[in-house]
């Protein structure tokens, strides 16, 4: 999924409960998550994780935050329920609600948008959570700890530090090139102009690794670690709640009679499948009319 | 033509004046970081002008406003008398030339050759002219055995030359020189030194933003000081120079030469000078006057 | 009799690929303690030199190497590189291409963790390091938010970090601005003065080193062209501006004055001296 830059992928300092704890037991947390959204067809449980997710940001003081990454959720949620309700991707035979016109909407198509928007919000809301209250060389380190490679994570720490850097390189590349007339902003005609991107990250690449081999970086044998983090009895708890909720709630989804007809979970009404479809639709459509309109807009 | 856009500034005006910034501002777009505010600055033409102050004092933002990598957030900026902001970066780059502080960031082409034939093409120089303006670069800038390398093979300071000489290729009437001695040797900076003297005795305007003070004492005529996004001083290098509660507060240093004689011809009435030749030279002629 | 800590006797070094050596029958001594300007046009070695010091060049660079490098007692052509940094630390011209980490303590602590020093130990020696280079309380902040000035204490931190005995500094404030140069000259000056570290920098801004240099080195084309006390160096004026290098401005002055017979005294190398100087040769009271 792609991120813009308004949506915060950072951490937001703090000192909550959240915050403090394990780096390692979050990222449990995180793929218990992912494992568990993808695994059920369970409207309660999915959103009874959002809910959760909602809980825990709370708890971290990272809901602000957390509401703008929202922001995406609208025109993604909405044209999601839209579409589906006029083509379900459920199998057939579908439920017809309503006929408007020359459309006809099923409602399997409405319980399928909801199912597939929970699983990515639930699994979307966690990880931002978890990302926006733990600090990166803390992720780095649990990562180490989980006995990834040295080398691996330290690449992976550096390409982050060098997001932002690259694209200001990016940026200062194309206004090199604007500044000498350079028109068309089609992407075959700016692609020459990030030679110079590759060949900066080159020079970079090479100064580095004699400034860190001159720093003593990299020798082999017992390293130690300038951040710590110990693992309390807490986040030992937190750890195995977690995971034996995963799985009772993957054993409750599986063993529930009638789970994968999704039209036998809670009834909803074809009216409010119908209200929602409609606002869905004027929601979508008004985010792609005002984006467009303002990008007519920029001079 | 006097069509004003809807902050109110003509779209042109008469004027003999290469740059005309009328008390810009320009604010950050993603936060409330301002950059510059209430800056005035009339340039003339083949002026050739230095622009000096700490990072962060604003003066790339100046420049960047000047050929419109950037728009005031208030304020306007006249360039040839075209208002910048009725205008993209691409139209002003066939009137004001920006050569970037690190030539990697503009090289990019496979020769030397196709460097310099790159900015007057953008701008729709006819063929003709664009072989006599690179013969005439390549001669300037004495480029001739490299006019087939690939930019990247070249040493350094080449590169340097030839970021500055594909700028000059599109002949535009004002050239922006962000930092051009930064890192160089003496030498190179002789040629640099050399080059902005010869572009401005052209008739281009020259404008230098730089650290190098003794770069810019030799060359440049006037000085643009600037401050925590202000402008606090516009006058003549020995002006500035001279100026102590000046240097101490923006935290620059005069050459050593100025200040050497600061402190022993000037307060005989002798010159502020800018280079040890001038200086010896009135010493010189204060001991064949004799003492005193 | 103390022994020099740096020592180059007939080094020949040529890049791997290339044809001309970057060094040409080097051959110097440096004492613990001293502070070294080194001086040349781009491309005359300087910092092949500063590379020779550490073992970059050749362990890490390749290339062929002749003639011994012996620094702090060890023939650098022995030890791996990581090794030397005990002894050896240096800091380039890019203050940004240093930079690696989240925080300026990690930063900071690259090398210690590679050497396995214990928790402790390492947090002392990373607040130890950012305090003396004035960034006291930036262990949390993110290298990338410093200025330039800021984030070439950082390096400078980093090396200190490993408590070696000498310091190379290439070219370190060509990227910098006014206020970030006196930052870091002064560090330099100040470790070598308050903390007796030897100091080696190669450099342009000639007026600074012949302020506080005990020693001056000219590079040519490889080789080392001259090598001795700042006024004795710069006072060779023609000499210098004929191998395209500057003089300080007030040596300048005294260059040009000599020569028309009109100087009296010794050369200046400074500010001061040279306006002592002038005013005496006028006549003008004190």
């Known amino acids: ?299 | ?292 | 009799m103390p022994k020099p800590i740096i020592l180059f006797d007939s080094v020949f070094y040529t890049y791997p690929g290339t044809d001309s050596p970057a060094l040409s029958d080097v051959s110097l001594e440096i004492m613990p303690g001293e502070y070294v300007g080194v001086i040349g046009l781009n491309g005359a070695g300087k910092t092949t030199l500063g590379l020779s010091l550490n073992g970059v060049v050749p362990n890490m660079l390749g290339g062929h190497r002749e003639g011994t490098v012996v620094v702090g007692g060890l023939d650098v052509e022995e030890y791996p590189v990581r090794e030397m940094a005990k002894i050896v630390g240096i800091v380039f011209d890019n203050p940004e291409f240093q930079m690696s980490q989240m925080t300026c303590a990690e930063e900071v602590a690259l090398g210690l963790e590679s050497a396995g020093i214990d928790y402790d130990t390492m947090r002392r020696s990373v607040t130890e390091a950012l305090n003396l280079v004035g960034l006291e309380g930036f262990e949390e902040r993110s290298p990338l938010g410093l200025s330039g000035g800021q984030q070439q204490r950082l390096a400078i931190a980093a090396v200190l970090a490993m408590k070696p005995q000498v310091l190379i500094m290439d070219e370190p404030t060509s990227n910098l601005d006014p206020i970030g140069k006196q930052e870091v000259f002064g560090m330099a000056t100040t470790l070598n003065q308050k903390y007796g570290m030897t100091v080696i920098v190669m450099e342009h801004e000639v007026e600074v080193l012949a302020e506080f240099a005990d020693r001056v080195i000219v590079m040519d084309g490889g080789r080392v062209v001259m090598n001795g006390a700042p006024r004795e160096i710069f006072s060779r004026v023609d000499e210098l501006q004929a191998l395209g290098l500057r003089v300080p401005e007030a040596t300048a002055l005294a260059g040009i004055l000599r020569k028309t017979g009109h100087w009296k005294g010794g050369v200046p190398i400074n500010t001061t001296e040279a306006v002592h100087s002038v005013n005496a040769l006028l006549g003008v009271k004190a």
């Not at chain 1, 909550?16 to 494992?35: A, D």
């Not at chain 1, 589906?84 to 408007?100: M, R, S």
């Not at chain 1, 467009?292 to 001079?299: A, E």
């Not at chain 2, 970021?163 to 290729?169: K, R």
Request: glycine share 8%.
């Open chain 1, 1 to 299: 999924m792609t991120m813009n830059t308004s949506m915060p992928t950072g951490m937001i300092p703090g000192s909550s409960i959240i915050h403090r704890i394990h780096p390692v037991t979050k990222i449990l947390w995180v793929v218990v998550y992912v494992i568990l959204a993808f695994t059920t067809q369970n409207i309660f449980i999915l959103y009874g994780m959002v809910i959760f997710a909602v809980v825990l940001a709370l708890l971290g003081g990272v809901f602000r935050p957390l509401l703008k990454a929202l922001y995406l959720i609208v025109p993604v949620g909405s044209s999601l329920i839209a579409l589906q309700v006029l083509g379900p991707a459920a199998d057939k035979p579908w439920t017809v609600l309503a006929e408007v016109g020359f459309v006809t909407l099923y409602g399997d198509g409405f319980y399928y948008a909801l199912v597939l928007l929970g699983r990515i919000v639930s699994s979307m809301l966690l990880s931002l959570v978890m990302v926006m209250t733990t600090h990166p060389s803390d992720l780095f380190l649990a990562f180490s700890k989980l006995k990834m490679p040295y080398t691996f994570n330290f690449m992976l720490s550096m390409t982050l530090q060098l997001i932002p850097v690259f694209q200001r390189e990016v940026s200062l590349v194309l206004s090199a090139q604007k500044s000498r007339g350079m028109k068309g902003s089609g992407f075959a005609a700016v692609l020459p102009s990030f030679v110079p991107v590759f060949v900066g990250a080159i020079e970079r690449v090479q100064q580095l690794s004699i400034s860190l081999e001159s720093r003593g970086f990299g020798s082999s044998g017992e390293k130690t670690s300038y951040r710590q983090v110990t693992a309390r009895t807490q986040d030992w708890v937190y750890g195995i709640c977690g995971a034996t909720a995963m799985i009772g709630l993957m054993v409750y989804s599986i063993m529930q009679p009638g789970l994968w007809n999704l039209s036998g979970m809670i009834p909803f009404s074809p009216r409010t499948i119908l209200t929602s479809f409609t606002v869905a639709v004027t929601l979508f459509a008004s985010v792609i009319l005002g984006a467009t309109f303002l990008s007519f807009r920029k001079s």
């Open chain 2, 1 to 292: 033509m006097a069509r004003k856009g809807k902050h109110g500034f003509p779209d042109q005006i008469e004027t003999d004046l290469a740059v005309k910034v009328e008390d810009a501002h320009y604010v950050y777009p993603n936060g409330r970081v301002v950059a510059l505010s209430g800056v005035d600055l009339e340039v003339r033409k083949g002026e050739l002008l230095g622009v000096i102050g700490q990072n962060g004092s604003g003066k790339t933002t100046l420049t960047k406003l000047l050929n419109r990598l950037l728009k005031p957030s208030s304020g306007s900026v006249y360039v040839n008398g075209l208002l910048t902001t009725e205008r993209t970066v691409q139209e002003m780059s066939a009137h004001i030339g920006y050569v970037f502080q690190n030539p990697n960031h503009q090289l990019f082409a496979r020769t030397v050759k196709d460097e310099l034939e790159f900015g007057p093409r953008n701008i729709g120089t006819p063929e003709e002219d664009i072989a006599q303006g690179v013969a005439e670069a390549v001669d300037f800038f004495d480029l001739g055995e490299f006019i087939d390398e690939h930019p990247y093979r070249v040493s350094f300071p080449i590169r340097k030359l030839v970021g500055i000489a594909s700028v000059v290729t599109m002949k535009p009437s004002i050239i922006i020189l962000d930092e051009p001695s930064t890192g160089q040797d003496h030498q190179t900076t002789r040629i640099i030194n050399s080059l902005m003297r010869r572009l401005a005795e052209d008739g281009t305007t020259v404008i230098c933003v730089s650290h190098d003070m003794p770069l810019l004492a030799d060359v440049v005529e006037r000085v643009v000081v600037m401050r925590d996004t202000k402008i606090v001083a516009d006058a003549s290098p020995r002006e500035v120079f001279a100026d102590e509660k000046l240097m101490l507060t923006t935290n620059l240093q005069a050459p050593q030469i100025t200040n050497i004689a600061l402190q022993t011809v000037f307060p005989l009435g002798g010159p502020i000078a800018l280079t040890p030749k001038e200086l010896a030279a009135d010493i010189e002629s204060r001991l064949k006057k004799g003492k005193r």
